[in-house]
């Protein structure tokens, strides 16, 4: 267990990663985390655009990553997964699969490990299909890439997988083309190609965002039961609260490339300690909103890299900023069991949310 | 139906339908029924969602009502004047009453133009006003949407997508428009900006009194903005009600089924509410099924439903709704 207690860097931002175990290890369940990204940095043209970023998922858990255009939650996926773009570059951190640090993988060892140990979908499903190719033969294919199997035993396989995704007359469907298929049923082709050899992590970049709010339920409930059912660990990556609120068992808010809070999911929403996050659950309209009265703002804009400070990120958009969050970085201090937020002024946050209220 | 003049817009039975042809090989023909049949009125002031899923006919009559598109038959009003059958000349002046937001702010805008060349377009192209009076009246529209008049001369790509569609906004306001149709305005904006913009467009709303057409699909979007909310399902409504009743009482499946798949942003909430997903997907509007085009996927379909559509009835509190269940 020391292997993820430790790592507190300077920035204290490596205390995050106990976020997701604490009470297990109050009541002796030995429930180790499946997936442990440790004080990741990744620099691109000079500028930390993700800068000590640390979280740790349970099996069969799912750790949202939430945040704006530009935070960094995407690169912090795509870094997981050894697919950063030539331009970013990890400069710090493990990625940990159990003890294994893919971080230090091979791009040979890490084809190995890209779908079998860890997958990904992306948010626009008809991108990431080849066009020409059958969806069977697709999903056929990630299955043979790990396993050496007949291309007859690995249809099988793909035909099970589409009934598992809910994709209803699987035998017509497996000889079809991507273009034949709703973006809807594209998005579960995805999710069988990224599940057919049972990763244990699956990494969901934005995968409904694409879809209309009726198909996105449908996602949502096959990535459910998924999670039940295989016990596979998910890292979703979203802007949208209220998906968050459907799914995620913990949280970690991302604001200039930072983890701003991390925390379970019910105290993230019932007791937001950072102020970015109480303005971000703030300006979402609520049901016991007055209508047409004003929503909380966060004004301004998100910094650009090249503007980052040496202090608190959000400190030019903060209404509690103070000369201390200019000058210093605040750490990711403890909250609460498994909650944690870098703020200095964590204990005036009632005077954001309660004009919120 | 007589035309009442103080309605800012008044759609009366409009249908858009597109003659499609096969594949390359097909010899078949088919018409795509995009819109099929729907009346809608929107008083001063006031704002109407117009909710449902891709494909099911907002955006085509959205475009329809500024004249983007031509509609196959029926009529549609402009602060009194008809939209349908106007020469060129006609539709011009009514254009000046009714604007569009879009969606995606970047591609609304001309990157090679100053955001001052742009909000000032409507009003040179019309000869309003020139000189100094229309940098004086940009100027005006800028701090109106909350930017600054010297930022008239900068371009697009200087400002954030927030900004940008206050650009938009104000481009939008120049001709001080009746009704402006704002087709999923905040849907690619982050979700802080978000709320700065649905501020701007009610405060707006209480200074000029403009009248929006808000085509969503964040219910709670509209449950903040709206007055009075109509469901479209397949070319047709399927329920209108006015945001009170509409929210406290939604009496269409498809209506609750699309309430019941909106997440709601707290854990509590979402996780204890009722859970009603539809199956199946939207069929294809080429394609409509007989009878009431729900039934494929509704949970209350009976042998009715198959064979006869239910036409929008009012009930009780006033909700008029399509169905013969509910």
């Known amino acids: ?357 | 139906m007589s035309a009442d003049l103080g309605n800012v817009l008044e759609v009366r039975d409009v249908a858009v339908h597109f003659e499609g042809r096969g594949g390359m090989f097909s010899r078949s023909s088919h018409t795509v029924k995009a819109v099929n049949g729907v009346d809608l009125v929107i008083k001063p002031g006031e704002t109407v969602a117009l909710v449902g899923e891709s494909g099911c006919g907002k955006s085509t009559l959205s475009n329809a009502i500024v004249g983007l598109q031509k509609p196959t038959a029926g009529s549609i009003r402009i602060g009194g004047d008809e939209v349908v059958g106007a020469s060129r000349q006609q539709l011009n002046d009514i254009r000046r009453k009714v604007q569009m937001i879009f969606q995606d702010p970047a591609l609304s805008l001309d990157p090679r133009s100053t955001v001052g060349a742009t909000i000032g377009e409507p009003l040179t192209v019309r000869g309003i006003v020139k000189g100094q009076a229309l940098k004086e009246r940009v100027g005006q529209l800028l701090t109106q949407v909350g930017l600054r008049a010297e930022h008239a001369d900068r371009y697009p790509h200087q400002f954030s997508g927030g900004q940008r569609q206050r650009i938009v906004i104000a481009r939008a306001l120049a001709l001080e428009p009746e009704l402006v149709v704002c087709d999923e305005p905040v849907s690619a904006l982050d979700v802080s900006v978000r709320a700065q913009i649905l501020n701007l467009l009610v405060a707006l709303q209480k200074r000029t009194g403009v009248s929006y057409l808000f085509v969503s699909h964040d219910l709670a979007v509209v449950r903040h903005i709206c007055d009075r909310v109509v469901v479209m399902y397949l070319g047709r409504f399927v329920e209108m009600a006015d945001r009170d009743t509409f929210f406290a009482n939604p009496k269409h499946p498809y209506t609750r089924a699309l309430m019941s798949a909106v997440p709601e942003a707290d854990p509590e909430v979402q996780r204890g509410k009722q859970r009603f997903i539809l199956t199946g997907e939207l069929p294809s509007p080429s394609n409509i099924p007989t009878g009431c085009a729900f039934h494929t996927r509704c949970p209350l379909a009976t042998d009715i439903c198959s064979h006869v559509r239910p036409e929008l009835t009012p009930r009780a509190d006033g909700a008029l709704v399509a169905c013969h269940h509910a």
Not at chain 1, 37 to 57: K, M, N, P, R, W
Not at chain 1, 161 to 166: I, S
């Open chain 1, 1 to 357: 267990m020391g292997m993820v207690m430790g790592t507190g860097t300077g920035t204290g931002a490596g205390t995050g990663v106990a976020a997701g175990i604490g009470t297990h290890m109050d009541t002796g369940i030995d429930l180790r985390p499946l997936l442990t990204v440790d004080d990741l940095t990744i620099e691109i043209g000079g500028a930390h655009v993700v800068d000590g970023v640390s979280f740790a998922v349970l099996p069969g858990q799912v750790m949202a990553l939430v945040g704006e255009s530009g935070c960094g939650k995407s690169l912090t996926a795509f870094a997981m997964l050894g697919l950063l773009p030539p331009a970013a570059k990890r400069r710090a951190g493990k990625i940990l699969l159990e003890d294994t640090d893919l971080a230090a993988f091979s791009e040979r060892q890490l084809r190995k490990a890209r779908g079998k140990d860890i997958s990904i979908i992306f948010q626009e499903p008809s991108a990431s299909l080849d066009p020409l190719t059958t969806v069977g033969t697709q999903i056929a294919g990630a299955y043979r890439q790990h396993n050496s199997v007949s291309q007859r035993v690995a249809l099988a396989k793909a035909r099970d997988m589409l009934v598992a995704v809910g994709i209803p007359d699987p035998d017509r469907r497996l000889h079809q083309y991507p273009f034949e298929l709703s973006g809807g049923m594209c998005q579960r082709i995805m999710i069988a190609i990224a599940l057919i050899c049972d990763p244990r992590v699956l990494v969901a970049d934005e995968p409904t965002t694409a879809l209309d709010v009726t198909i996105q339920a449908q996602i949502l409930d096959v990535m459910k039961k998924l999670v039940a059912e295989r016990g596979t660990s998910i890292v979703l990556i979203t802007h949208d609260m209220g998906v968050v609120a459907d799914i995620a068992d913990h949280v970690a808010v991302m604001y200039a490339g930072r983890i701003a809070e991390i925390a379970p999911v019910r105290d993230l929403f019932r007791q937001p300690a950072h102020p970015y996050t109480a303005l971000l659950l703030a300006s979402v309209p609520k049901l016991d909103h007055a209508p047409k009265a004003d929503l909380a703002t966060i004004e301004g804009s998100v910094p650009q890299p090249h503007e980052f400070g040496v202090g608190c990120r959000f400190v030019e958009r903060c209404p509690l900023a103070t000369q201390k969050c200019r000058d210093e970085q605040p750490p990711l201090f403890a909250r609460g069991p498994e909650h944690r937020a870098a703020c200095w002024h964590s204990d005036r946050i009632g005077e954001i949310t309660g004009v919120a209220a």
